[in-house]
């Protein structure tokens, strides 16, 4: 097995190691000992250099040695290593403030952590809550920052595996325990890697809150990530401040009332929409042919688009004359609506269930309207074909 050179130290960024094994082409090497964190524990592995080669991926294999991929192979019995130090140190502050977020919520709540993801962006902890209240989750936050402020110590030990009545959680690990504490608040058993102390994570920020399987997912950035975090929200509400020309305090209670204002000026055109199109299905009639079946049929085929509310208001507002006929289609999505007056002569809902059955569509409706859609094109054209001989069809006296 390999030695893990991390366990003992976090901070351990140079080393120097023998190569136990090589695989492959040579690019995937197995030391003897090793700084690079495997992918574990829902931590992602290290990066950085050997002889110079970037590592790729670090992983642990079945037997428990430690894989190393590179970019390219390397040679020599023994082989000089450098960690990539932005990436670790900020592997350890997301880490070390997960410890500190599940035990707070312990502390706070009494509810466990049931799994943990750090990702490129953030990360995140499943707790065994369905739900959990914003005022709570401040008094978390704040909680945690204030174990930050005062710098408590955080130190590993190892431990038999029978050792575990003050652990957080229990662990069904084999063998000697490594156990990560945290100075009167937190004890887990953990191989990842830590910071020395709390002031260390710099600070944390709890984002946003999911329901997942049962449990709520807590979003949460340490250090330097919460930084960056904090910074991009600040200059995306500045920039939104500066466009509704309020202050940024102001700013939520703008959005609203913008909001509130949009939706009744969205309510007013869908209302003054509907009264154009009635108005249009009035003159419409007025200036329809009377056909040889003695109907006025109009058709109002589009190339795309939805046959919506206006469409509909139009239909009624021409249906309501006397024998009148009002077919629309739509090519994509291919969708057809027909409307009559009561005394033409036809029921829409059986016409057009018919012929959307005979072109594979389906739908229907009422005596006076019905709706459906087919399959594509060509049955489009069918449909549409069928219902212009029904239509024809009709003689009225």
Same mark, same amino acid.
């Given at each position: 097995?390999?030695?893990?050179?991390?366990?003992?130290?976090?901070?351990?960024?140079?080393?120097?190691?023998?190569?136990?094994?090589?695989?492959?082409?040579?690019?995937?090497?197995?030391?003897?000992?090793?700084?690079?964190?495997?992918?574990?524990?829902?931590?992602?592995?290290?990066?950085?250099?050997?002889?110079?080669?970037?590592?790729?991926?670090?992983?642990?294999?079945?037997?428990?040695?430690?894989?190393?991929?590179?970019?390219?192979?390397? $040679?020599?019995?023994?082989?000089?290593?450098?960690?990539?130090?932005?990436?670790?140190?900020?592997?350890?502050?997301?880490?070390?403030?997960?410890?500190?977020?599940?035990?707070?919520?312990?502390?706070?709540?009494? &509810?466990?952590?049931?799994?943990?993801?750090?990702?490129?962006?953030?990360?995140? &902890?499943?707790?065994?809550?369905?739900?959990?209240?914003?005022?709570?989750?401040?008094?978390?936050?704040?909680?945690?920052?204030?174990?930050?402020?005062?710098?408590?110590?955080?130190?590993? *030990?190892?431990?038999?595996?029978?050792?575990?009545?003050?652990?957080?959680?229990?662990?069904?690990?084999?063998?000697?325990?490594?156990?990560?504490?945290?100075?009167?608040?937190?004890?887990? %058993?953990?191989?990842?890697?830590?910071?020395?102390?709390?002031?260390?994570?710099?600070?944390?920020?709890?984002?946003?809150?999911?329901?997942?399987?049962?449990?709520?997912?807590?979003?949460?950035?340490?250090?330097?990530?919460?930084?960056?975090?904090?910074?991009?929200?600040?200059?995306?509400?500045?920039?939104?401040?500066?466009?509704?020309?309020?202050?940024?305090?102001?700013?939520?209670?703008?959005?609203?009332?913008?909001?509130?204002?949009?939706? *009744?000026?969205?309510?007013?055109?869908?209302?003054?929409?509907?009264?154009? $199109?009635?108005?249009?299905?009035?003159?419409?009639? *007025?200036?329809?042919?009377?056909?040889?079946?003695?109907?006025?049929?109009?058709?109002?085929?589009?190339?795309?688009?939805?046959?919506?509310?206006?469409?509909?208001?139009?239909?009624?507002?021409?249906?309501?004359?006397?024998? %009148?006929?009002?077919?629309?289609?739509?090519?994509?999505?291919?969708?057809?609506?027909? $409307?009559?007056?009561?005394? $033409?002569?036809?029921?829409?809902?059986?016409?057009?269930?018919?012929?959307? %059955?005979?072109?594979?569509?389906?739908?229907?409706?009422?005596?006076?309207? %019905?709706?459906?859609?087919?399959?594509?094109?060509?049955?489009?054209?069918?449909?549409?074909?069928?219902?212009?001989?029904?239509?024809?069809?009709?003689?009225?006296?």
């Amino acid at each position: 097995m390999t030695e893990r050179l991390y366990h003992g130290d976090s901070y351990l960024v140079d080393f120097s190691a023998r190569v136990f094994a090589r695989e492959g082409d040579g690019s995937r090497l197995i030391l003897d000992r090793t700084a690079f964190y495997p992918a574990s524990g829902g931590q992602p592995c290290d990066f950085g250099t050997i002889e110079g080669v970037q590592v790729l991926n670090v992983e642990e294999d079945d037997e428990g040695r430690i894989v190393h991929s590179l970019s390219a192979p390397v $040679a020599g019995d023994t082989v000089n290593c450098r960690v990539d130090w932005e990436r670790r140190f900020d592997h350890m502050q997301q880490h070390s403030g997960q410890h500190l977020l599940s035990a707070v919520i312990v502390e706070c709540c009494g &509810i466990p952590t049931v799994s943990f993801h750090l990702g490129e962006e953030f990360s995140t &902890i499943d707790i065994a809550t369905g739900s959990l209240d914003a005022r709570v989750v401040a008094r978390i936050e704040s909680r945690a920052n204030q174990v930050i402020a005062e710098n408590r110590a955080v130190t590993v *030990e190892y431990r038999d595996p029978s050792d575990q009545a003050d652990l957080r959680a229990p662990s069904s690990r084999q063998g000697t325990l490594r156990v990560v504490k945290m100075e009167d608040l937190d004890v887990s %058993a953990c191989g990842g890697t830590h910071v020395h102390a709390t002031g260390e994570i710099g600070c944390l920020l709890v984002g946003r809150l999911d329901k997942m399987h049962g449990n709520v997912r807590i979003e949460f950035v340490c250090g330097s990530r919460a930084v960056r975090r904090a910074r991009a929200d600040y200059d995306a509400l500045s920039r939104i401040a500066r466009t509704l020309g309020t202050p940024m305090a102001a700013t939520p209670d703008a959005v609203t009332a913008q909001q509130d204002r949009l939706k *009744e000026l969205e309510k007013a055109c869908r209302r003054l929409a509907v009264e154009l $199109a009635k108005r249009r299905g009035r003159e419409l009639y *007025e200036t329809a042919p009377v056909t040889a079946s003695g109907l006025r049929v109009h058709e109002n085929v589009i190339a795309s688009g939805s046959l919506g509310d206006d469409v509909r208001a139009e239909a009624q507002s021409f249906t309501a004359s006397p024998r %009148a006929v009002y077919l629309a289609a739509s090519r994509d999505p291919a969708a057809i609506l027909l $409307a009559v007056s009561a005394d $033409a002569g036809l029921q829409a809902g059986a016409v057009l269930k018919q012929a959307l %059955a005979a072109a594979g569509g389906r739908g229907g409706g009422s005596t006076g309207m %019905a709706q459906g859609s087919v399959p594509g094109a060509e049955a489009l054209d069918a449909a549409l074909a069928a219902i212009r001989d029904v239509v024809n069809s009709v003689r009225l006296t």
